[in-house]
């Protein structure tokens, strides 16, 4: 069975924003509370806390935008200027540690503590670009351990799997001109942020490593998982990563306030095992997952706790 981690720091719950907004403390609350209650807990290798500096940030994000978000928070701001994400005066911490949680859990995985690990954190963080936060999200948590594990332990290739219900487009333009980062991502379309097109490849070094699979409201496991097998599978046997990323985003999840999609909490086992199973063959086993979205909180905490089961081995 394999060493499974958890990375949750209780500080990101401080980070909040209206009454009644689906990006809420409860869900961090309602994910860790069912692992607790379903007894995974008592399985995972807990990781410590600590939060991202500017100089782990700025290995995404610029240092101008970095201190518009101190900036703006110090100011009491309820929403970044940059785009649609309600702040609150701890949400800059808040972000930092959801960066910090991954970079503990990208350590573990290379160190050898863990095989995989789970990182339940908010804000989300995949619809921020170097230099924007947007839909929610302020700093870019998986591009940050993709770019930490890349400068810290020379991991040559890094592939970044998203299944949010919702196109990463931030992700996307901070890698897509870098070949040295496979970017996969399913998701409903038409929907908001309006990007993801399949004919949206990459550029110049990036030219084919961004691979996006754009799916009509209604799609459940047969579009997904046919995605998966078909188009990630194929390029991952040439890609060959060193490190698996996932940006896991229940509101892909039937039943979510803010998608479409029909997917099962045993469509997200499914496709923990075959994510597993790439980071098994081409990455030494080594899987960071990073929570992204999903706002129905019963389902949320169903599906992670699904998630977590594939982790573990569980089939």
């Not at 935008?65 to 702040?87: F, H």
């Not at 339940?120 to 302020?138: I, Q």
């Not at 509101?251 to 997917?263: A, I, K």
């Not at 499914?270 to 929570?291: F, N």
Request: aromatic share 6%; with cysteine.
């Amino acid at each position: 069975m394999p060493v499974t981690a958890l990375a949750a720091d209780p500080g990101v719950k401080r980070h909040d924003s209206e009454v009644g907004h689906p990006e809420q403390p409860a869900r961090f609350i309602t994910v860790l509370n069912q692992l607790k209650s379903s007894g995974l807990t008592d399985r995972l290798l807990s990781l410590a806390r600590r939060s991202a500096t500017d100089d782990e940030l700025a290995l995404v994000h610029t240092r101008d935008y970095i201190a518009l978000v101190e900036a703006e928070v110090k100011e009491r701001r309820n929403q970044l200027s940059t785009g649609d994400t309600p702040i609150n005066s701890h949400s800059a911490e808040a972000a930092r540690a959801a960066a910090g949680a991954a970079l503990n859990a990208t350590d573990a995985v290379f160190e050898g503590r863990a095989q995989n690990a789970f990182c339940v954190t908010r804000p989300p963080g995949h619809h921020a670009n170097a230099g924007r936060g947007m839909g929610f999200c302020v700093f870019n948590t998986v591009a940050i351990a993709a770019r930490y594990a890349q400068r810290r332990y020379g991991a040559e290739r890094v592939l970044i799997v998203d299944w949010d219900v919702h196109h990463g487009n931030g992700t996307q333009d901070i890698f897509y001109d870098d070949g040295s980062v496979l970017f996969f991502s399913t998701h409903q379309s038409p929907w908001y942020p309006g990007t993801g097109n399949a004919n949206e490849t990459g550029e110049g070094a990036g030219a084919g490593t961004t691979l996006n699979c754009p799916l009509p409201a209604g799609t459940g496991s047969n579009g997904v998982l046919n995605a998966f097998r078909n188009i990630l599978l194929p390029a991952v046997e040439n890609f060959r990563p060193d490190l698996v990323l996932l940006s896991a985003g229940f509101d892909s999840r039937v039943g979510d306030p803010l998608g479409q999609f029909l997917l099962t909490d045993d469509d997200f086992r499914h496709l923990t095992t075959l994510i597993m199973d790439v980071a098994v063959k081409h990455a030494g086993a080594r899987l960071v997952s990073v929570l992204e979205g999903g706002y129905n909180l019963e389902g949320l905490a169903l599906a992670a706790d699904a998630h977590v089961r594939g982790l573990l081995g569980e089939v």
